[in-house]
C-alpha cells in the first residue's frame, strides 16, 4: 500500500500543520511517512507546496512523481490548480473552494473553480463557511483535514487524538473548535461528488 | 563498514529533518559547542539545538554574528581539544571561506564538522552553488548523506574522522533533506572531550610561512590516504549488475533516492555506485567503468562527480550528466528529471494546461518594513535618477511590487558598498536598505569605509530587531546598540537617527529621509519597529507558518 498525497496552499493558511497532522496520524498507523516541506521564502503568503507519502513498507524519494499522486490536497483552489500534473490518472483533486487573492491577477473564484470543474475527478468544499459555521473561523485547514479523513486509511480516533495534541497549548477552546471543524470537513466530503 | 554499522545499539528512534537529526548526530557526538549564523535551508540545525525542552546537556555557543565568526569560535573549541560544530548555507561558506580554507591547512585537534546546507532550486538563495567544490578547493573532507538516518550516522563520523585526519569535515545538505522529515534510529551517545591543547602547538597553529609550507606539503601527501580510506569507508556502496557491460549507475546525495524511487521500471536493472564521500573513491569509481561502458551520473548541484571522472579513468568511457545535458545543468532533481535521464517515458496524468498567475512570496500584513518603503517611496518622488541599494532578508521582497523599491539584492551586506560605488560614479541620491541583522553581519566595515570619505549617500537600516526571514531568531546584538555603533565608527551625530516605522508615522519618516537625501554626506536612518511573527516567537506565542 502506497499514498501519495500532495499538499499546497498559501503561506500563512497552515499547510505544514496539516501535513504534520496527517503525517503523525499515519505513524500512529504504523506507516512510513516521508513528509518535505519548505521553510523560508515560501512562508511570507506564497505559494506552499508539501509532499507527504504513506506506505506500509519504506519508499526512497521525498518527492511525490508527476502522475502518481493519489490525492492532491489544498487548502486554495488556484494552488490545487498548480499542482494536478502531480495528479495519477484517477487520482482526486480536494480542495478549499476559498480563493486567497492576495496578488493583482488571481482569476478570481469563479474561473478558479470552472477551470477545476474540467478535471476529471475533484471535490471542492467551502472550508471557510464551514469553518465559520464551526466556531472557528482560523481553522480552514481542520476543515480540509476532515475533509481528507474519508479517502485515508486513518481512523478517524486516531485523527482526532493528534488534532488534540496538536492544539492543546492553546487551550481547550482552540481544541473543541479544531474538533468542530474537523466534523464539519468530514460531512461535507461525505456528500461531495468525487 | 557500512552506514548501519557506524551506529552502535540503537537508543531510541525520532522523528525528524535532516537538519534535526544532523543536530542530533553533532550532540551524540559529544560536540562542546555549536555556532551558527541562519540562513535557509539550515537555520533548523542550531533551532533544534537551542529548542526549549530538549532534554540532557546543550552545547555552548548559539547565533552568532556572521558565519566567519560562527567559523572561528569553533576553530578556537577545536584548539582546545574539543568538538565543536557549525552550521550554515551554501552561501554563508564563502563569507566564512578564509577561515575554512586556512582551517583547513592547520592540523584540527578536536572534532571540527561544518554543517554546510546548499540550495538547489534555489528556493530561498540567490544561488546554487554547490558546497563539494569548496570542499575540495580546501582539501577537506566532505561526506553527502542521502537521507535523515544517514545524516545522523555521518555527522558522528564526521566527528571521528577530523580528529583522526587532522582536518574539518564538511557534511552537506541539500534543502529537501534538510527540510524532509523521516524516522531516525539513534545510538548511544558519546562524552565530550576534556580541554587539552594541541600538543604540537605552535607548530600546528601558526600559519607562518615556515610551519604553512610544511602544514601544506603534508596536506598534500596525504590525499592518498583519504582516497585509500574513501574506497575502504563502506559509505560508498557498490552492486554491479548480472552481467557487465550495459549502463552504469552513479548517485551522490539524493540523488540516490530518486534513482532507487524509479529503477524497477527499468527492463534491465544497471550497476550502481553511489557515492558519500570526497574524496572520491577511486578505485571504486574505476571498478564500475571496467565493468559498464556507458556512465550516467545523479548528482544534486554541480557536475561535480562528472567532471572528476573525466581525469580519473583511464579508459575513456561515454559518461552522461548534467555537462552533456541527459540531466538539466541547473535547478533540482526529482524522480522526474532522473526518470528522463533513465529514457523512461513520463507518466500520465490529468491535462490542465492553462497557464496560472505565479504567487511569489510577500511582506506580511503589518510588516514594519511596508511602513518605511512607503515612506522612501514618498521621499523619493521627483528626485533625479539616484540608486537604492537592497540588501538579503525579508526586506528584499520590497523589490516587488506594490513598492518596486530596490534596485539590487546581491549579497549579505552589500547594499552599503554598492550604493558607496553608485555615488561615487555619480548616481544621486544613493540609498543603502539593510537589515539590522544584515548590518551586523557584514554591513558595518563597508559604513568604516563610507565613513572615511563622506560617501554622499544615506543608510537606511531596517530594524525589525529579529532575523525575521529565518523565523525571527535575535540578532547579534539588541536594536538598542545599532545607533551607538553607528555613532562609534564616526557618522556624524547630526545625520543619525533613529524613528519608529508604523503606519501613521509614514509622512514623519519620509520628512527625516528627504532631510537626509538633501545632505551633501553620509548619513544614517535606523527605523524600528519589530518583526511581529519574532515579537509572537519572543512572547511564546504560536507563529503561523
Ligand atoms: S517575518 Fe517579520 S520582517 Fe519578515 S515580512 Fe513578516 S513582519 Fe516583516
Not at chain 1, 526512497?60 to 499522486?69: E, I, L, P, R, W
Not at chain 2, 508604523?502 to 544614517?524: F, K, N, Q, Y
Amino acid at each position: 500500500m502506497r499514498i501519495d498525497i500532495v499538499l499546497a496552499g498559501v503561506g500563512g493558511q497552515g499547510v505544514l500543520s496539516v501535513a504534520a497532522v496527517l503525517a503523525e496520524a499515519a505513524r500512529r498507523e504504523g506507516f512510513c511517512v516521508q513528509q518535505t516541506e519548505l521553510h523560508g521564502m515560501s512562508q511570507r503568503g506564497g505559494a506552499v507546496q508539501a509532499f507527504l507519502r504513506i506506505a506500509d513498507a519504506p519508499v526512497h524519494s521525498d518527492f511525490v512523481s508527476h502522475g502518481t499522486a493519489d490525492l492532491v490536497l489544498a487548502l486554495e483552489p488556484l494552488e490545487a490548480l498548480r499542482q494536478v500534473a502531480y495528479l495519477k490518472p484517477g487520482g482526486l483533486l480536494l480542495t478549499a473552494a476559498d480563493p486567497v487573492e492576495n496578488i493583482p491577477d488571481h482569476p478570481g473564484r469563479e474561473q478558479v473553480l470552472a477551470w477545476i470543474a474540467t478535471l476529471p475527478r475533484t471535490a471542492v468544499v467551502e472550508a471557510a463557511e464551514l469553518a465559520r459555521e464551526a466556531g472557528a473561523p482560523r481553522a480552514l485547514n481542520t476543515v480540509m483535514v476532515g475533509a481528507a479523513s474519508g479517502v485515508l486509511p486513518l481512523r478517524v480516533e486516531i485523527l482526532r487524538a493528534c488534532l488534540c495534541e496538536a492544539f492543546a497549548a492553546k487551550g481547550e477552546r482552540v481544541v473543541q473548535q479544531n474538533l468542530a471543524a474537523f466534523e464539519a470537513g468530514r460531512r461535507a466530503a461525505a456528500c461531495a461528488p468525487a | 563498514m557500512s552506514v548501519a554499522t557506524l551506529l552502535g545499539a540503537p537508543v531510541a528512534e525520532r522523528v525528524l529533518l535532516g537538519d534535526e537529526a544532523l543536530a542530533q548526530g553533532a550532540l551524540d557526538a559529544g560536540i562542546s559547542a555549536a555556532f551558527a549564523y541562519p540562513g535557509t535551508p539550515s537555520t533548523e540545525i542550531m533551532e533544534s539545538l537551542l529548542a526549549p525542552g530538549r532534554e540532557g546537556r546543550r552545547p555552548k555557543g548559539g547565533w552568532c554574528a556572521n558565519e566567519k565568526t560562527a567559523y572561528e569560535a569553533a576553530l578556537g573549541v577545536s584548539m582546545a581539544g574539543r568538538r565543536a560544530l557549525v552550521a550554515m548555507k551554501h552561501v554563508g561558506l564563502n563569507v566564512a571561506a578564509d577561515a575554512f580554507v586556512n582551517s583547513a591547512v592547520v592540523h584540527v585537534h578536536g572534532g571540527l564538522v561544518v554543517a554546510v546546507a546548499d540550495d538547489p532550486g534555489m528556493h530561498s538563495s540567490q544561488n546554487e552553488q554547490d558546497t563539494r567544490v569548496l570542499a575540495e578547493f580546501a582539501h577537506a573532507i566532505c561526506l553527502e548523506p542521502s537521507d535523515q538516518q544517514e545524516t545522523y550516522a555521518m555527522t558522528r563520523e564526521a566527528f571521528e574522522l577530523s580528529e583522526r585526519f587532522g582536518l574539518p569535515v564538511v557534511v552537506r545538505l541539500v534543502t529537501r533533506l534538510a527540510h524532509s522529515r523521516s524516522a531516525v534510529t539513534l545510538s548511544a551517545p558519546r562524552a565530550e572531550n576534556p580541554t587539552q591543547k594541541d600538543p604540537a602547538g605552535a607548530r600546528s597553529w601558526v600559519l607562518l610561512p615556515g610551519n604553512a609550507r610544511r602544514l601544506w606539503k603534508e596536506r598534500l601527501a596525504q590525499h592518498d590516504e583519504l582516497v585509500r580510506w574513501a574506497d575502504a569507508s563502506g559509505l560508498d556502496t557498490l552492486e554491479l549488475a548480472d552481467h557487465p557491460g550495459g549502463l552504469g549507475v552513479i548517485t551522490a546525495g539524493i540523488g540516490k533516492q530518486h534513482f532507487l524511487e524509479v529503477v524497477d521500471e527499468l527492463p534491465i536493472r544497471p550497476s550502481h555506485l553511489h557515492v558519500a564521500t570526497y574524496p572520491l573513491p577511486v578505485a571504486l569509481l574505476r571498478k564500475l567503468a571496467t565493468y559498464c561502458p556507458r556512465l550516467l551520473v545523479i548528482e544534486e548541484g554541480s557536475p561535480f562527480v562528472e567532471r572528476r571522472l573525466q581525469h580519473l579513468l583511464p579508459m575513456r568511457r561515454s559518461v552522461d550528466g548534467r555537462d552533456t545535458g541527459r540531466i538539466p545543468p541547473d535547478g533540482e532533481l526529482s524522480p522526474d528529471v532522473v526518470r528522463a535521464a533513465l529514457g523512461l517515458p513520463a507518466r500520465e496524468h490529468p491535462a490542465f494546461a492553462t497557464p496560472l498567475p505565479g504567487r511569489p512570496p510577500q511582506l506580511c500584513q503589518g510588516c514594519p518594513h511596508r511602513d518605511t518603503y512607503a515612506a522612501l517611496r514618498l521621499a523619493l518622488a521627483d528626485r533625479g535618477e539616484g540608486v537604492v541599494a537592497g540588501d538579503i532578508g525579508c526586506y528584499t521582497l520590497g523589490a516587488l511590487p506594490p513598492f518596486a523599491a530596490l534596485e539590487s539584492c546581491v549579497c549579505m551586506g552589500a547594499s552599503i558598498g554598492m550604493a558607496r560605488g553608485a555615488a561615487a560614479a555619480g548616481l544621486r541620491p544613493a540609498v543603502a536598505c539593510i537589515g539590522d541583522s544584515t548590518f551586523l553581519h557584514s554591513g558595518v566595515p563597508a559604513l568604516m569605509d563610507a565613513v572615511a570619505e563622506d560617501a554622499d549617500m544615506t543608510v537606511l537600516v531596517l530594524d525589525n530587531e529579529a532575523v525575521g526571514m529565518t523565523g525571527g531568531q535575535v540578532p547579534a546584538l539588541p536594536d538598542s546598540r545599532l545607533l551607538p555603533i553607528v555613532l562609534g565608527v564616526g557618522v556624524d551625530p547630526a545625520h543619525a537617527h533613529v524613528i519608529a516605522a508604523h503606519p501613521s508615522r509614514v509622512d514623519a519618516m519620509a520628512d527625516v529621509i528627504r532631510r537626509e537625501l538633501d545632505h551633501r554626506g553620509l548619513s544614517v536612518i535606523v527605523a524600528v519597529r519589530q518583526c511581529l511573527p519574532a515579537q509572537k516567537k519572543q512572547r511564546g506565542q504560536d507563529v503561523p507558518e
